[in-house]
């Protein structure tokens, strides 16, 4: 009898943690650079038009946001340096990471 309900238990808690798992708690975005604005501070926000159509969004950063160019991990100054200055802002793009759950971005990523 307590293996029954003990098989029991372990197959509920499965379905449970099966279930938890078919939420989406992040979305990224494929932005032209264009349509970016790069946070000034560790604490500030990024601001993007996830389309073109679309209306802008302001979303935080933290100091755990992680900056990329080029696929090389960068710090937010040397990440707005690389934005400021680059060219055929319309063809490029970066991704951004935002964690839907905390609201924050998680990561931004650009190729130049």
Sequence with gaps: MNVKTLLAIALICFGLSAAAEDRIISLAYEVALSDFSAPVTAHGGASFKPC?????????????????????SVRLEDFRKAVRHANERDVKGLVVSHHLESDTIKSIKVWL
């Design 52 to 72: 073109k159509g679309c209306d802008r969004m302001i979303v935080r950063v933290t100091p755990a946001t992680s900056y990329s160019v080029n696929g090389k």
